[in-house]
């Protein structure tokens, strides 16, 4: 509240009143509190047809209740001008999840999982050059937000038909491709009641190594069993795939390529050893993964006249003269 005080110019007692639907804000006010919190004017008068349900938070415990529902708001909020883009462009977002009907009862399950979702997806086995592509391509809603790093991801379902995944877009690519597929995994994944949260934390996470790098495939980089590896040839498969060098290490200890107790040596040696841990942090996967699809749609709707520029204006929360700069007809 003494943030928004500041930067509107209005009064924390004001602001309070407003809050608590003592008082409403007059037109001069309102563009205030708009121009403060990034938003347009309409947005306080829209009522709201989107509603997430479960939520499925990652590192939920240390964020705190009012930075969770802060994500939460502006993820609906995101989320309704996404499907109202596709309403006025007549698109189809009908979400089909393909292993809904494969029940997760031991790990092996999960690489078949991740095999199905590839199959019907059709991606075959080769690396993904990008998971939010990937994923908008098959009807999922990605949002990324600006947050601090206590946030990685967060997965949830709208009227039990749209899912939508949430991640962090401050953290490394790799990072990023990892939260986004345990995410996808948390949704999909027809996970047994008799398994702990923990549990299925763990689960998720071998469904993301495993969509990115399929069993077979790390086996024939790596072989069947191994004791140690140079950093080298796994820096080489982390640019190749797009995965961290420690997911390669947890993945490898998965699929008994290692035991834990090499796993267990290799976080030890990083965190003992500066230079190594600066090694593994400084490789970096090439491709940027980065959520494009709303405004090649909005585009596309200006293009075809099926958007005015003033909807697009409050469709992407860009102003009117903003709008206006990017666009060259051809």
């Known amino acids: ?8 110019g209005l009064s924390k007692n004001a ?3 407003y809050e608590n639907g003592i008082m409403k804000p007059d037109s001069s006010n309102l563009i205030r509190l708009a121009k403060a919190l990034n938003v347009k004017v309409d947005y306080f008068f829209r009522k709201s047809g989107v509603e997430l349900q479960e939520v499925a938070f990652r590192k939920k415990a240390k964020l705190g209740t009012k930075c969770i529902d802060s994500i939460k708001y502006r993820v609906i909020d995101r989320v309704e001008r996404y499907l109202e883009l596709e309403d006025i462009l007549a698109i189809n977002n009908q979400f089909v999840n393909p292993i809904e009907k494969l029940p997760i009862i031991q790990e092996q399950d999960i690489e078949a999982a991740a095999l199905q979702i590839r199959t019907v997806w059709n991606i075959g086995q080769n690396s993904i050059p990008s998971v939010i592509e990937m994923l908008e391509d098959n009807h ?3 949002v990324e937000v600006d947050e601090s790093l206590e946030f990685d991801g967060l997965s949830s379902m709208i009227d039990n038909k749209i899912p939508v995944i949430v991640v962090n877009r401050n953290f490394p690519v790799e990072r990023k491709r990892f939260t986004l597929l345990h995410e996808l ?5 027809n996970v047994q ?3 702990s949260d923990k549990e299925k934390e763990k689960m998720c996470h071998r469904f993301a190594g495993s969509f990115l790098v399929p069993q077979n495939k790390l086996i024939a980089e790596l072989g069947n069993k191994r004791g140690r590896f ?4 796994l820096i080489v498969i982390q640019k190749e795939w797009g995965i961290s060098i420690a997911a390669i290490m947890l993945r490898s200890k998965d699929l008994e390529i290692i035991n834990q107790e090499r796993l267990k040596e290799f976080y030890i040696n990083c965190n003992m050893n500066p230079a190594l841990k600066d090694r593994v942090e400084a490789s970096r996967y090439a491709m940027q993964e980065e959520s494009i699809r709303f405004n090649q749609l909005l585009y596309k709707g200006i293009a075809q006249e099926l958007v005015s520029l003033s909807k697009a204006s409050a469709l992407s929360n860009h102003s009117l003269n903003e709008i206006k700069t990017t666009l060259n007809y051809i």
């Open 185 to 189: 995994g948390y949704l999909l994944m």
């Open 230 to 233: 140079l950093i080298e040839e």
């Open 1 to 8: 509240m003494d943030q928004l005080a500041s930067l509107s």
């Open 140 to 142: 999922i809603k990605v």
């Open 193 to 195: 009641n008799n398994f």
């Open 15 to 17: 602001i309070s009143r």
